[in-house]
């Protein structure tokens, strides 16, 4: 890392130049873990480096099957810190089957997203661009990421919500499948505290948050299966530039900016 340079310049250098550390560094590593499964293991993680996945999506996507190879695969990537299994959890914090697995490490995501796909060029020299926000889908990818960097912090989240003396019966990513009776529906962190005392947290990343994000998030607590008579909290956990209209409305019990984690 160069103190004269930029960060930006230096992750540059380091990520995009033939023989940078960065570029070169995690091939070696991924390899030397997984070996001879290092394919397979890659193929897996770019799949879900995209979006998180069920066990069943995973297999389907990359049309092998849902053997117990292929379960001792998602284990071992999880088992190496690279992947996290998120399990939904019912009231009274009852672990249900459903469960989703997300890219834990981010500088994996990044590598596969920007720098994998990009090697020929990069060993050519020919990959160039001018500012980060110019690579593909780079705001999305800084969405999944910003999710990840607030799901590795859950305590910090708690004691920013003041609930880090209350007993936590759960506090996970959810999902719900669509049925009969209800609508498909998923929440970046829902947290349950004390009997039927729901706090449903959306994580946000983005240059400008406007008003819509108050419409979203009412048609996820909408659609949200949850006990009859129970407390619902919305949160909105973000960085980027917050329109003044979300705070004015006061929908969100709590606003949350990233920083505040941090002190």
């Given at each position: 890392?160069?103190?004269?340079?930029?960060?930006?310049?230096?992750?540059?250098?380091?990520?995009?130049?033939?023989?940078?550390?960065?570029?070169e560094?995690?091939?070696?590593?991924?390899?030397?873990?997984?070996?001879?499964?290092?394919?397979?293991?890659?193929?897996?993680?770019?799949?879900?480096?995209?979006?998180?996945?069920?066990?069943?999506?995973?297999?389907?996507?990359?049309?092998?099957?849902?053997?117990?190879?292929?379960?001792?695969?998602l284990?071992?990537?999880?088992?190496?810190?690279?992947?996290?299994?998120?399990?939904?959890?019912?009231?009274?914090?009852?672990?249900?089957?459903?469960?989703?697995?997300?890219?834990?490490?981010?500088?994996?995501?990044?590598?596969?997203?920007?720098?994998?796909?990009?090697?020929?060029?990069?060993?050519?020299?020919?990959?160039?661009?001018?500012?980060?926000?110019?690579?593909?889908?780079?705001?999305?990818?800084?969405?999944?990421?910003?999710?990840?960097?607030?799901?590795?912090?859950?305590?910090?989240?708690?004691?920013?919500?003041?609930?880090?003396?209350?007993?936590?019966?759960?506090?996970?990513?959810?999902?719900?499948?669509?049925?009969?009776?209800?609508?498909?529906?998923?929440?970046?962190?829902?947290?349950?505290?004390?009997?039927?005392?729901?706090?449903?947290?959306?994580?946000?990343?983005?240059?400008?948050?406007?008003?819509?994000?108050?419409?979203?998030?009412?048609n996820?607590?909408?659609?949200l299966?949850?006990?009859?008579?129970?407390?619902?909290?919305?949160?909105?956990?973000?960085?980027g530039?917050?329109?003044?209209?979300?705070?004015e409305?006061?929908?969100?019990?709590?606003?949350?900016?990233?920083?505040?984690?941090?002190?």
């Amino acid at each position: 890392y160069d103190l004269k340079n930029s960060t930006a310049d230096n992750l540059k250098r380091l990520c995009f130049t033939k023989g940078g550390y960065l570029f070169e560094d995690f091939e070696r590593i991924f390899n030397d873990i997984f070996e001879k499964k290092s394919e397979l293991y890659k193929k897996i993680t770019k799949v879900i480096a995209e979006k998180n996945y069920t066990a069943q999506e995973i297999s389907d996507t990359l049309k092998i099957s849902s053997s117990g190879e292929f379960i001792k695969s998602l284990q071992d990537l999880e088992l190496s810190g690279f992947i996290t299994r998120d399990y939904t959890y019912k009231p009274n914090g009852l672990r249900s089957k459903l469960s989703k697995y997300r890219i834990s490490d981010n500088y994996l995501r990044f590598y596969l997203k920007y720098i994998d796909k990009n090697t020929d060029k990069i060993n050519k020299d020919i990959f160039k661009f001018t500012s980060f926000s110019d690579l593909l889908s780079w705001e999305s990818i800084l969405g999944l990421q910003f999710e990840n960097l607030i799901l590795n912090r859950i305590p910090d989240l708690l004691r920013a919500l003041g609930l880090e003396n209350e007993k936590i019966i759960s506090a996970s990513p959810y999902f719900q499948n669509r049925t009969n009776k209800t609508k498909a529906c998923q929440i970046d962190l829902l947290i349950e505290c004390k009997p039927n005392n729901f706090f449903i947290c959306e994580i946000k990343y983005r240059k400008q948050i406007t008003t819509k994000v108050i419409e979203e998030v009412k048609n996820k607590i909408a659609s949200l299966k949850l006990p009859k008579y129970c407390s619902k909290r919305a949160v909105l956990i973000y960085a980027g530039e917050l329109n003044e209209g979300v705070k004015e409305s006061e929908y969100f019990d709590k606003i949350i900016e990233f920083s505040d984690l941090l002190k």
